[in-house]
Protein backbone atom coordinates (compact mmCIF):
# COMPACT_ATOMS: atom_id res chain seq x y z
CA UNK A 1 0.00 0.00 0.00
CA UNK A 2 1.18 3.73 -0.73
CA UNK A 3 -0.95 6.02 -0.46
CA UNK A 4 -1.02 9.73 1.51
CA UNK A 5 -2.27 7.24 4.82
CA UNK A 6 0.76 5.41 4.82
CA UNK A 7 3.20 8.41 4.39
CA UNK A 8 1.40 9.60 7.69
CA UNK A 9 1.16 6.85 9.35
CA UNK A 10 5.64 6.77 9.05
CA UNK A 11 5.24 9.50 11.26
CA UNK A 12 3.28 8.68 13.70
CA UNK A 13 4.90 8.01 17.27
CA UNK A 14 3.48 5.64 19.46
CA UNK A 15 2.66 6.35 23.66
CA UNK A 16 5.80 4.05 25.65
CA UNK A 17 2.89 1.84 27.04
CA UNK A 18 2.34 1.04 23.60
CA UNK A 19 5.93 -0.44 22.78
CA UNK A 20 6.98 -4.15 23.09
CA UNK A 21 9.73 -5.45 24.69
CA UNK A 22 12.54 -6.15 22.81
CA UNK A 23 12.69 -9.98 22.49
CA UNK A 24 8.88 -9.86 22.92
CA UNK A 25 7.48 -13.94 22.59
CA UNK A 26 3.79 -14.20 20.71
CA UNK A 27 3.07 -17.30 23.13
CA UNK A 28 -0.25 -17.99 25.37
CA UNK A 29 0.54 -20.00 28.57
CA UNK A 30 -0.89 -23.45 27.33
CA UNK A 31 -3.54 -25.19 29.28
CA UNK A 32 -1.54 -28.26 31.63
CA UNK A 33 -2.29 -31.75 30.52
CA UNK A 34 -2.94 -30.06 26.58
CA UNK A 35 -2.54 -32.87 24.03
CA UNK A 36 0.28 -32.13 21.55
CA UNK A 37 -2.49 -32.92 18.67
CA UNK A 38 -5.12 -30.56 19.68
CA UNK A 39 -5.01 -26.54 20.32
CA UNK A 40 -7.86 -25.02 21.07
CA UNK A 41 -9.06 -22.82 18.26
CA UNK A 42 -9.39 -19.21 19.33
CA UNK A 43 -9.14 -16.21 16.98
CA UNK A 44 -6.70 -14.71 19.80
CA UNK A 45 -3.92 -15.97 18.18
CA UNK A 46 -4.26 -14.37 14.48
CA UNK A 47 -2.90 -11.54 16.29
CA UNK A 48 -0.45 -13.08 17.71
CA UNK A 49 0.71 -14.01 14.40
CA UNK A 50 0.41 -11.65 12.63
CA UNK A 51 2.37 -9.58 14.89
CA UNK A 52 5.39 -12.17 15.30
CA UNK A 53 5.49 -12.41 11.21
CA UNK A 54 4.38 -8.78 10.12
CA UNK A 55 5.42 -6.52 12.91
CA UNK A 56 5.88 -3.59 11.56
CA UNK A 57 3.51 -3.20 9.24
CA UNK A 58 0.36 -0.80 9.30
CA UNK A 59 -2.52 -2.53 11.70
CA UNK A 60 -4.94 -0.07 12.31
CA UNK A 61 -5.29 3.40 11.29
CA UNK A 62 -7.74 6.03 12.93
CA UNK A 63 -6.80 9.41 10.60
CA UNK A 64 -10.50 11.44 10.31
CA UNK A 65 -9.97 12.90 13.97
CA UNK A 66 -8.18 15.60 16.06
CA UNK A 67 -5.54 13.16 17.20
CA UNK A 68 -5.13 10.36 14.23
CA UNK A 69 -3.05 7.03 15.49
CA UNK A 70 -1.95 4.98 13.82
CA UNK A 71 -0.77 1.60 14.72
CA UNK A 72 1.36 -1.68 13.78
CA UNK A 73 0.76 -5.41 14.26
CA UNK A 74 3.43 -4.97 17.23
CA UNK A 75 2.53 -1.79 18.61
CA UNK A 76 -1.51 -2.87 18.42
CA UNK A 77 -0.77 -6.17 19.85
CA UNK A 78 1.33 -4.60 22.87
CA UNK A 79 -2.28 -2.25 23.58
CA UNK A 80 -4.74 -5.70 23.33
CA UNK A 81 -2.22 -7.31 25.49
CA UNK A 82 -2.18 -4.31 28.17
CA UNK A 83 -5.78 -4.47 28.01
CA UNK A 84 -6.21 -7.70 28.97
CA UNK A 85 -4.12 -7.04 31.88
CA UNK A 86 -5.64 -4.43 33.20
CA UNK A 87 -9.54 -5.99 32.58
CA UNK A 88 -7.91 -8.72 34.73
CA UNK A 89 -6.21 -6.06 37.38
CA UNK A 90 -10.18 -4.87 37.78
CA UNK A 91 -11.16 -8.07 38.69
CA UNK A 92 -12.53 -9.68 35.68
CA UNK A 93 -13.00 -12.94 34.99
CA UNK A 94 -13.15 -15.72 32.71
CA UNK A 95 -17.10 -15.86 31.41
CA UNK A 96 -17.54 -12.18 32.64
CA UNK A 97 -19.24 -9.76 30.46
CA UNK A 98 -17.39 -6.45 29.45
CA UNK A 99 -19.71 -4.29 27.22
CA UNK A 100 -18.34 -1.65 24.92
CA UNK A 101 -20.21 1.46 23.92
CA UNK A 102 -18.35 2.74 21.29
CA UNK A 103 -18.51 3.98 16.98
CA UNK A 104 -15.44 2.70 14.96
CA UNK A 105 -12.52 3.77 16.57
CA UNK A 106 -9.46 1.95 18.61
CA UNK A 107 -11.60 1.44 21.92
CA UNK A 108 -14.17 -1.13 19.99
CA UNK A 109 -11.14 -2.57 17.81
CA UNK A 110 -8.66 -2.99 20.84
CA UNK A 111 -12.06 -4.41 22.60
CA UNK A 112 -12.46 -7.71 20.21
CA UNK A 113 -9.31 -8.90 21.06
CA UNK A 114 -8.35 -7.53 24.72
CA UNK A 115 -11.51 -9.00 26.17
CA UNK A 116 -10.65 -11.99 24.63
CA UNK A 117 -7.01 -12.43 25.94
CA UNK A 118 -8.65 -11.37 29.62
CA UNK A 119 -11.16 -14.70 28.99
CA UNK A 120 -14.17 -12.21 28.93
CA UNK A 121 -17.04 -11.94 26.90
CA UNK A 122 -16.94 -9.04 24.43
CA UNK A 123 -20.76 -7.25 24.92
CA UNK A 124 -20.80 -4.68 22.01
CA UNK A 125 -24.27 -2.40 22.43
CA UNK A 126 -25.50 -0.29 19.66
CA UNK A 127 -25.21 3.30 20.43
CA UNK A 128 -28.36 4.43 18.28
CA UNK A 129 -30.32 2.80 20.44
CA UNK A 130 -32.30 4.51 23.16
CA UNK A 131 -30.84 4.94 27.01
CA UNK A 132 -33.68 2.34 28.28
CA UNK A 133 -32.80 -0.03 25.67
CA UNK A 134 -28.78 0.45 26.35
CA UNK A 135 -29.72 0.31 30.39
CA UNK A 136 -31.45 -3.04 29.79
CA UNK A 137 -28.62 -5.06 27.50
CA UNK A 138 -26.54 -4.02 30.11
CA UNK A 139 -28.14 -5.36 33.06
CA UNK A 140 -29.51 -8.36 31.04
CA UNK A 141 -26.16 -9.31 29.84
CA UNK A 142 -24.68 -9.01 33.64
CA UNK A 143 -21.55 -7.07 32.31
CA UNK A 144 -19.10 -6.46 34.58
CA UNK A 145 -17.31 -3.06 33.05
CA UNK A 146 -18.55 -0.86 30.40
CA UNK A 147 -15.66 0.60 27.95
CA UNK A 148 -17.35 3.29 26.39
CA UNK A 149 -16.28 6.16 23.83
CA UNK A 150 -16.62 9.59 25.21
CA UNK A 151 -19.74 10.66 22.39
CA UNK A 152 -21.80 8.48 24.07
CA UNK A 153 -20.83 8.38 27.87
CA UNK A 154 -24.50 9.49 28.37
CA UNK A 155 -25.69 6.22 27.67
CA UNK A 156 -23.21 4.85 30.74
CA UNK A 157 -24.88 7.14 33.07
CA UNK A 158 -26.68 6.21 36.35
CA UNK A 159 -26.10 2.87 35.61
CA UNK A 160 -24.01 0.65 38.45
CA UNK A 161 -21.42 -1.14 36.72
CA UNK A 162 -18.17 0.82 36.76
CA UNK A 163 -17.21 2.87 33.55
CA UNK A 164 -14.06 3.71 31.52
CA UNK A 165 -14.28 6.10 29.35
CA UNK A 166 -11.83 7.02 26.03
CA UNK A 167 -11.85 10.22 24.50
CA UNK A 168 -10.49 8.87 21.39
CA UNK A 169 -7.40 10.58 21.67
CA UNK A 170 -4.47 8.46 22.35
CA UNK A 171 -3.15 11.02 24.86
CA UNK A 172 -1.62 9.93 28.23
CA UNK A 173 -3.99 12.05 29.69
CA UNK A 174 -6.85 9.84 28.34
CA UNK A 175 -8.80 8.41 30.66
CA UNK A 176 -8.64 5.06 28.51
CA UNK A 177 -4.83 5.82 27.76
CA UNK A 178 -4.26 5.64 31.53
CA UNK A 179 -6.76 2.52 32.08
CA UNK A 180 -4.54 0.60 29.84
CA UNK A 181 -1.19 2.26 31.58
CA UNK A 182 -2.31 0.19 34.73
CA UNK A 183 -2.60 -2.83 32.55
CA UNK A 184 0.79 -2.52 31.52
CA UNK A 185 2.10 -1.67 34.57
CA UNK A 186 -0.04 -4.48 36.50
CA UNK A 187 1.83 -7.32 34.18
CA UNK A 188 5.21 -6.71 35.48
CA UNK A 189 6.21 -7.63 31.96
CA UNK A 190 4.88 -10.72 32.00
CA UNK A 191 4.07 -10.52 28.61
CA UNK A 192 1.68 -12.31 26.61
CA UNK A 193 2.91 -16.10 28.35
CA UNK A 194 1.04 -14.41 31.76
CA UNK A 195 -1.94 -15.48 29.76
CA UNK A 196 -3.73 -18.20 29.96
CA UNK A 197 -4.99 -19.71 26.78
CA UNK A 198 -8.43 -20.95 27.21
CA UNK A 199 -8.87 -24.53 27.49
CA UNK A 200 -12.14 -25.11 25.94
CA UNK A 201 -13.43 -24.05 22.44
CA UNK A 202 -16.68 -23.41 23.11
CA UNK A 203 -15.99 -21.59 25.55
CA UNK A 204 -17.90 -18.45 25.34
CA UNK A 205 -16.81 -15.55 22.95
CA UNK A 206 -19.21 -12.68 22.21
CA UNK A 207 -22.31 -11.68 23.19
CA UNK A 208 -24.47 -9.67 20.48
CA UNK A 209 -27.92 -8.09 20.72
CA UNK A 210 -30.58 -8.20 17.85
CA UNK A 211 -31.99 -5.36 16.85
CA UNK A 212 -35.40 -5.78 18.95
CA UNK A 213 -37.99 -4.85 16.51
CA UNK A 214 -40.80 -6.74 17.80
CA UNK A 215 -39.90 -6.93 21.62
CA UNK A 216 -36.68 -6.87 23.50
CA UNK A 217 -33.59 -7.34 21.78
CA UNK A 218 -31.78 -11.02 22.36
CA UNK A 219 -28.67 -11.75 23.46
CA UNK A 220 -26.94 -14.33 20.81
CA UNK A 221 -24.21 -16.19 22.73
CA UNK A 222 -21.33 -17.42 20.17
CA UNK A 223 -18.12 -19.57 20.91
CA UNK A 224 -14.16 -19.10 20.09
CA UNK A 225 -14.46 -22.10 17.85
CA UNK A 226 -17.28 -20.69 15.71
CA UNK A 227 -15.63 -16.82 15.53
CA UNK A 228 -12.49 -18.40 14.73
CA UNK A 229 -13.85 -20.34 11.98
CA UNK A 230 -16.39 -17.63 11.04
CA UNK A 231 -13.33 -15.16 10.75
CA UNK A 232 -11.48 -17.64 8.33
CA UNK A 233 -14.40 -17.81 6.12
CA UNK A 234 -14.70 -14.39 5.87
CA UNK A 235 -11.49 -13.36 5.10
CA UNK A 236 -11.09 -16.24 2.57
CA UNK A 237 -14.86 -14.92 0.51
CA UNK A 238 -13.48 -11.79 1.04
CA UNK A 239 -10.25 -12.75 -0.96
CA UNK A 240 -9.07 -10.47 1.98
CA UNK A 241 -4.87 -10.39 2.01
CA UNK A 242 -1.43 -9.13 2.85
CA UNK A 243 -2.27 -6.40 0.33
CA UNK A 244 -5.73 -5.17 1.49
CA UNK A 245 -7.02 -2.34 3.34
CA UNK A 246 -10.51 -2.75 5.12
CA UNK A 247 -12.53 0.20 5.43
CA UNK A 248 -15.05 0.26 8.88
CA UNK A 249 -18.15 1.45 7.00
CA UNK A 250 -20.22 -1.57 8.96
CA UNK A 251 -20.20 -0.58 12.41
CA UNK A 252 -17.95 -2.96 14.93
CA UNK A 253 -21.13 -3.49 17.03
CA UNK A 254 -23.12 -5.17 14.45
CA UNK A 255 -22.75 -8.96 15.17
CA UNK A 256 -18.95 -8.45 15.58
CA UNK A 257 -18.71 -6.47 12.73
CA UNK A 258 -19.62 -9.36 10.73
CA UNK A 259 -16.18 -11.11 12.66
CA UNK A 260 -13.88 -8.75 10.22
CA UNK A 261 -12.17 -7.44 12.95
CA UNK A 262 -10.47 -10.71 13.62
CA UNK A 263 -11.00 -11.35 9.61
CA UNK A 264 -9.03 -8.25 8.34
CA UNK A 265 -6.34 -9.55 11.19
CA UNK A 266 -5.91 -13.02 10.05
CA UNK A 267 -5.46 -11.88 6.43
CA UNK A 268 -2.75 -9.68 7.75
CA UNK A 269 -4.71 -7.01 6.16
CA UNK A 270 -4.94 -2.85 7.20
CA UNK A 271 -7.74 -1.25 8.97
CA UNK A 272 -9.20 1.76 8.53
CA UNK A 273 -11.81 3.10 11.11
CA UNK A 274 -14.05 6.15 10.45
CA UNK A 275 -16.72 7.01 13.57
CA UNK A 276 -19.31 8.20 11.15
CA UNK A 277 -20.82 6.84 7.87
CA UNK A 278 -20.23 10.31 5.82
CA UNK A 279 -20.23 9.72 2.06
CA UNK A 280 -17.16 12.24 1.72
CA UNK A 281 -14.98 10.42 3.75
CA UNK A 282 -15.73 7.09 2.37
CA UNK A 283 -14.99 8.70 -0.77
CA UNK A 284 -11.91 10.05 0.22
CA UNK A 285 -10.45 6.98 1.64
CA UNK A 286 -11.76 5.08 -1.48
CA UNK A 287 -9.61 6.98 -3.80
CA UNK A 288 -6.75 7.87 -1.91
CA UNK A 289 -5.98 5.50 1.01
CA UNK A 290 -5.68 2.26 -0.97
CA UNK A 291 -9.39 0.98 0.00
CA UNK A 292 -9.54 -2.61 -1.69
CA UNK A 293 -12.52 -3.94 0.86
CA UNK A 294 -15.80 -2.39 3.12
CA UNK A 295 -18.75 -4.19 3.92
CA UNK A 296 -22.56 -2.28 4.57
CA UNK A 297 -26.15 -3.34 3.97
CA UNK A 298 -28.02 -1.86 1.03
CA UNK A 299 -28.99 1.23 2.50
CA UNK A 300 -25.90 2.39 3.19
CA UNK A 301 -24.51 1.38 -0.60
CA UNK A 302 -27.63 3.12 -2.22
CA UNK A 303 -26.01 6.70 -0.18
CA UNK A 304 -22.32 5.62 -1.48
CA UNK A 305 -23.56 4.83 -5.42
CA UNK A 306 -25.77 8.33 -5.15
CA UNK A 307 -22.95 10.58 -3.46
CA UNK A 308 -22.22 13.34 -5.17
CA UNK A 309 -18.54 12.43 -4.51
CA UNK A 310 -19.25 9.11 -6.29
CA UNK A 311 -17.44 8.30 -9.60
CA UNK A 312 -15.98 5.66 -11.31
CA UNK A 313 -12.89 4.17 -9.27
CA UNK A 314 -9.53 3.71 -10.84
CA UNK A 315 -8.85 0.51 -8.70
CA UNK A 316 -11.22 -1.50 -8.28
CA UNK A 317 -12.75 -2.16 -4.34
CA UNK A 318 -14.36 -5.15 -3.50
CA UNK A 319 -18.16 -4.30 -1.47
CA UNK A 320 -19.26 -7.30 1.02
CA UNK A 321 -22.87 -6.64 1.06
CA UNK A 322 -25.67 -8.38 3.84
CA UNK A 323 -28.17 -7.06 5.60
CA UNK A 324 -31.25 -7.19 3.81
CA UNK A 325 -31.23 -8.34 0.05
CA UNK A 326 -29.96 -5.94 -2.42
CA UNK A 327 -31.75 -5.09 -5.92
CA UNK A 328 -30.17 -6.37 -8.98
CA UNK A 329 -30.41 -2.57 -9.80
CA UNK A 330 -28.37 -1.57 -6.78
CA UNK A 331 -25.63 -3.99 -7.99
CA UNK A 332 -25.28 -3.18 -10.80
CA UNK A 333 -24.96 0.23 -10.59
CA UNK A 334 -21.91 -0.72 -7.95
CA UNK A 335 -20.16 -2.29 -10.73
CA UNK A 336 -20.41 0.77 -12.44
CA UNK A 337 -18.70 2.47 -10.17
CA UNK A 338 -15.99 -0.41 -10.43
CA UNK A 339 -17.16 -1.32 -7.34
CA UNK A 340 -17.81 -5.17 -7.28
CA UNK A 341 -20.21 -6.97 -5.27
CA UNK A 342 -19.49 -9.83 -3.02
CA UNK A 343 -23.25 -10.65 -1.98
CA UNK A 344 -23.72 -12.33 1.60
CA UNK A 345 -26.77 -13.30 3.62
CA UNK A 346 -26.73 -14.23 7.38
CA UNK A 347 -27.76 -13.03 10.64
CA UNK A 348 -26.73 -12.07 14.15
CA UNK A 349 -27.81 -15.87 15.12
CA UNK A 350 -25.25 -16.90 12.63
CA UNK A 351 -21.79 -14.65 13.52
CA UNK A 352 -23.24 -12.43 10.26
CA UNK A 353 -22.33 -13.50 7.00
CA UNK A 354 -22.67 -17.38 6.27
CA UNK A 355 -23.93 -17.84 2.53
CA UNK A 356 -22.34 -16.62 -0.74
CA UNK A 357 -23.22 -15.98 -4.30
CA UNK A 358 -20.38 -17.68 -5.68
CA UNK A 359 -19.85 -16.34 -9.42
CA UNK A 360 -19.47 -18.75 -12.43
CA UNK A 361 -16.98 -18.36 -15.36
CA UNK A 362 -20.32 -18.28 -17.77
CA UNK A 363 -21.41 -15.14 -15.95
CA UNK A 364 -18.49 -13.41 -17.63
CA UNK A 365 -20.55 -13.52 -21.17
CA UNK A 366 -23.76 -11.91 -19.36
CA UNK A 367 -25.00 -8.35 -19.96
CA UNK A 368 -24.53 -6.36 -16.45
CA UNK A 369 -28.05 -6.70 -15.75
CA UNK A 370 -28.14 -10.35 -16.15
CA UNK A 371 -25.05 -10.59 -14.22
CA UNK A 372 -26.81 -8.64 -11.10
CA UNK A 373 -29.93 -10.23 -11.25
CA UNK A 374 -27.75 -13.84 -10.27
CA UNK A 375 -25.54 -12.05 -8.30
CA UNK A 376 -28.73 -11.04 -5.88
CA UNK A 377 -29.44 -14.23 -5.02
CA UNK A 378 -27.74 -15.96 -1.42
CA UNK A 379 -26.68 -18.65 -3.31
CA UNK A 380 -24.53 -21.15 -1.37
CA UNK A 381 -23.07 -21.81 2.03
CA UNK A 382 -19.54 -20.58 3.52
CA UNK A 383 -16.54 -23.45 3.27
CA UNK A 384 -16.98 -23.98 7.20
CA UNK A 385 -20.41 -23.87 7.20
CA UNK A 386 -23.22 -26.73 6.60
CA UNK A 387 -25.57 -26.58 3.50
CA UNK A 388 -27.99 -24.42 3.62
CA UNK A 389 -31.32 -26.10 3.42
CA UNK A 390 -34.75 -24.64 2.44
CA UNK A 391 -37.62 -26.97 4.16
CA UNK A 392 -41.17 -27.63 4.67
CA UNK A 393 -42.11 -28.29 8.52
CA UNK A 394 -45.23 -29.24 10.23
CA UNK A 395 -44.78 -27.33 12.99
CA UNK A 396 -42.56 -30.05 14.57
CA UNK A 397 -39.42 -31.67 13.96
CA UNK A 398 -39.64 -33.53 10.60
CA UNK A 399 -38.43 -31.19 8.76
CA UNK A 400 -38.65 -32.28 4.28
CA UNK A 401 -36.30 -30.41 1.36
CA UNK A 402 -38.20 -28.27 -0.81
CA UNK A 403 -37.65 -29.37 -4.61
CA UNK A 404 -34.90 -27.63 -6.26
CA UNK A 405 -37.22 -26.00 -9.19
CA UNK A 406 -36.80 -22.40 -8.11
CA UNK A 407 -40.45 -22.26 -7.46
CA UNK A 408 -41.76 -23.99 -4.16
CA UNK A 409 -40.96 -21.63 -1.04
CA UNK A 410 -39.79 -23.14 2.30
CA UNK A 411 -37.60 -21.64 4.88
CA UNK A 412 -34.36 -21.38 5.14
CA UNK A 413 -32.67 -23.96 8.49
CA UNK A 414 -28.87 -23.82 9.38
CA UNK A 415 -26.85 -25.83 11.27
CA UNK A 416 -23.15 -26.08 11.97
CA UNK A 417 -20.27 -24.22 13.03
CA UNK A 418 -21.25 -20.71 12.66
CA UNK A 419 -24.38 -20.78 14.06
CA UNK A 420 -24.74 -19.53 17.63
CA UNK A 421 -25.16 -21.26 20.79
CA UNK A 422 -28.07 -20.23 22.48
CA UNK A 423 -29.59 -16.96 23.69
CA UNK A 424 -28.33 -15.65 26.48
CA UNK A 425 -31.01 -16.52 29.30
CA UNK A 426 -33.42 -17.28 26.81
CA UNK A 427 -34.13 -21.52 27.05
CA UNK A 428 -37.43 -21.49 25.76
CA UNK A 429 -36.38 -19.07 22.94
CA UNK A 430 -33.57 -21.16 22.27
CA UNK A 431 -35.23 -24.45 21.96
CA UNK A 432 -37.99 -22.52 19.68
CA UNK A 433 -35.23 -21.73 17.04
CA UNK A 434 -33.25 -24.80 17.09
CA UNK A 435 -36.02 -27.02 17.01
CA UNK A 436 -35.37 -30.46 15.01
CA UNK A 437 -32.07 -29.63 15.40
CA UNK A 438 -31.26 -26.77 12.81
CA UNK A 439 -31.70 -22.81 13.41
CA UNK A 440 -34.76 -21.56 11.67
CA UNK A 441 -34.52 -18.16 10.37
CA UNK A 442 -37.63 -17.49 9.25
CA UNK A 443 -36.79 -16.50 5.58
CA UNK A 444 -38.61 -18.30 2.84
CA UNK A 445 -36.70 -18.89 -0.27
CA UNK A 446 -36.55 -21.06 -3.00
CA UNK A 447 -33.62 -24.07 -4.37
CA UNK A 448 -32.65 -24.13 -7.56
CA UNK A 449 -31.64 -26.88 -9.87
CA UNK A 450 -27.57 -25.36 -8.87
CA UNK A 451 -28.07 -25.24 -5.60
CA UNK A 452 -28.38 -21.59 -5.12
CA UNK A 453 -30.73 -20.10 -2.56
CA UNK A 454 -33.38 -17.36 -3.43
CA UNK A 455 -34.85 -15.52 -0.39
CA UNK A 456 -38.39 -14.39 -1.43
CA UNK A 457 -39.55 -13.00 2.07
CA UNK A 458 -39.70 -12.81 5.70
CA UNK A 459 -42.76 -15.47 6.22
CA UNK A 460 -43.94 -12.34 8.49
CA UNK A 461 -43.93 -10.44 5.10
CA UNK A 462 -45.30 -12.23 2.30
CA UNK A 463 -48.20 -10.61 1.10
CA UNK A 464 -51.23 -13.25 -0.05
CA UNK A 465 -53.43 -11.96 -2.54
CA UNK A 466 -56.65 -13.27 -3.52
CA UNK A 467 -54.86 -16.88 -2.47
CA UNK A 468 -51.38 -15.79 -4.66
CA UNK A 469 -48.39 -15.82 -2.45
CA UNK A 470 -46.43 -12.64 -3.25
CA UNK A 471 -43.15 -11.81 -2.35
CA UNK A 472 -42.00 -8.24 -0.95
CA UNK A 473 -39.07 -8.47 -2.23
CA UNK A 474 -39.60 -9.66 -5.17
CA UNK A 475 -41.48 -6.59 -5.98
CA UNK A 476 -38.82 -4.20 -4.65
CA UNK A 477 -36.20 -5.94 -7.08
CA UNK A 478 -38.63 -4.95 -10.21
CA UNK A 479 -39.85 -1.37 -8.77
CA UNK A 480 -35.80 -0.70 -8.24
CA UNK A 481 -35.28 -0.72 -11.72
CA UNK A 482 -37.18 2.47 -12.70
CA UNK A 483 -34.87 4.98 -13.18
CA UNK A 484 -36.27 7.75 -10.52
CA UNK A 485 -36.79 5.48 -7.75
CA UNK A 486 -33.38 5.55 -5.13
CA UNK A 487 -35.51 3.23 -2.77
CA UNK A 488 -38.52 1.39 -1.76
CA UNK A 489 -40.06 -0.99 0.79
CA UNK A 490 -43.32 -3.10 -0.07
CA UNK A 491 -45.69 -4.10 2.66
CA UNK A 492 -49.63 -6.13 2.27
CA UNK A 493 -52.36 -3.55 2.91
CA UNK A 494 -55.73 -4.68 3.46
CA UNK A 495 -58.20 -5.30 0.63
CA UNK A 496 -61.87 -5.52 0.47
CA UNK A 497 -62.09 -7.82 -2.57
CA UNK A 498 -58.67 -9.71 -2.87
CA UNK A 499 -57.67 -10.15 1.58
CA UNK A 500 -54.09 -7.72 0.73
CA UNK A 501 -52.53 -6.15 -2.15
CA UNK A 502 -49.18 -4.59 -2.33
CA UNK A 503 -47.84 -0.68 -1.27
CA UNK A 504 -45.20 0.42 -2.18
CA UNK A 505 -43.16 3.62 -0.27
CA UNK A 506 -40.62 4.73 -2.43
CA UNK A 507 -38.03 7.50 -2.31
CA UNK A 508 -37.30 9.21 -5.31
CA UNK A 509 -33.92 9.61 -6.57
CA UNK A 510 -32.58 13.87 -5.59
CA UNK A 511 -32.40 14.33 -9.58
CA UNK A 512 -36.23 13.34 -10.03
CA UNK A 513 -37.57 14.95 -6.50
CA UNK A 514 -38.33 18.34 -8.65
CA UNK A 515 -40.00 16.85 -11.99
CA UNK A 516 -42.40 14.81 -9.39
CA UNK A 517 -43.30 17.19 -6.79
CA UNK A 518 -46.66 17.93 -6.22
CA UNK A 519 -47.33 15.15 -9.02
CA UNK A 520 -47.22 12.26 -7.22
CA UNK A 521 -50.49 10.89 -8.61
CA UNK A 522 -48.95 11.14 -11.64
CA UNK A 523 -45.69 9.33 -10.30
CA UNK A 524 -47.73 6.28 -9.26
CA UNK A 525 -49.21 5.83 -12.76
CA UNK A 526 -46.02 5.83 -14.25
CA UNK A 527 -44.70 3.67 -11.85
CA UNK A 528 -47.71 0.88 -11.66
CA UNK A 529 -47.06 1.01 -15.55
CA UNK A 530 -43.66 0.41 -15.16
CA UNK A 531 -44.63 -2.92 -12.96
CA UNK A 532 -46.99 -4.27 -15.51
CA UNK A 533 -43.27 -5.28 -17.59
CA UNK A 534 -42.07 -7.61 -14.93
CA UNK A 535 -44.90 -8.32 -12.58
CA UNK A 536 -48.17 -10.40 -12.34
CA UNK A 537 -51.43 -8.24 -11.71
CA UNK A 538 -51.58 -9.89 -7.95
CA UNK A 539 -47.74 -8.63 -7.39
CA UNK A 540 -48.10 -5.29 -8.71
CA UNK A 541 -48.69 -2.12 -6.32
CA UNK A 542 -52.01 -1.40 -5.51
CA UNK A 543 -51.08 1.69 -3.87
CA UNK A 544 -47.65 4.18 -3.98
CA UNK A 545 -47.03 6.52 -1.76
CA UNK A 546 -43.67 8.80 -2.07
CA UNK A 547 -41.59 9.54 1.13
CA UNK A 548 -38.42 11.56 2.01
CA UNK A 549 -37.58 8.56 4.09
CA UNK A 550 -38.56 5.13 5.27
CA UNK A 551 -38.19 4.08 9.09
CA UNK A 552 -34.43 1.85 9.47
CA UNK A 553 -33.27 0.13 12.75
CA UNK A 554 -29.86 1.75 14.31
CA UNK A 555 -27.93 -1.28 11.84
CA UNK A 556 -29.63 0.16 8.52
CA UNK A 557 -32.78 -2.53 7.86
CA UNK A 558 -36.30 -0.49 7.09
CA UNK A 559 -38.65 -1.37 9.75
CA UNK A 560 -41.89 -3.14 7.65
CA UNK A 561 -43.15 -3.12 11.42
CA UNK A 562 -43.85 0.54 11.98
CA UNK A 563 -45.06 0.71 7.98
CA UNK A 564 -47.36 -1.69 8.46
CA UNK A 565 -48.66 0.17 11.76
CA UNK A 566 -48.92 3.08 9.32
CA UNK A 567 -50.70 1.40 7.02
CA UNK A 568 -53.35 -0.06 9.65
CA UNK A 569 -54.64 3.40 10.18
CA UNK A 570 -55.34 4.28 6.51
Not at 90 to 104: F, H, T
Not at 327 to 334: C, D, F, K, P, V
Not at 489 to 504: D, T
Request: charged content about 20%; overall charge neutral; some cysteine.
Amino acid sequence: MDSPLLHTAQSYTPSQESLPPQNVQYRLRLPSGLPAHFTPLNPLTFVLRAALIHPNKLALAHPDVQHPRFYTFAVWCQRIQNLAYALIKYGIQPGDRVAIISPNCPLIADAHWGVLAARAVVTPINFRLTKPEVDYIIEHSGSKLVLVDHEFASLAEGITVPVVISQDTGLPDDPYEKFLAEGRHFSQERGWAGLDMDPNEDANATLCYTSGTTGRPKGVMTSLRGSYLAAIANAFEAKLSFDSVYLWVLPMFHAAGWTYPWSAVFAFSTQVTIRAVRFPDIWKHFIKSGVTHYCGAPTVQIGIVNAPEGRVLERPINAVIAGSSPTSHLIGELEKKNIHVTHVYGLTDTYGPFTRCYSRPEWREWSLEKRAEAMARQGHSFATADELRVVYSDGGDLLRDVPADGKTLGEIVVRGNILMKEYFKSPEETRAALRGGFFHTGDLAVHYPDGTVLISDRSKDLIISGGENASSLAIEQELAKFPDVLEVSVIARAHPKWGERPMAFVILQPHAEARWKGKEAEFEKELKRFAQKGLPGFARPEWVKVVKDLPKTSTGKIQKNVLRKTVAKL
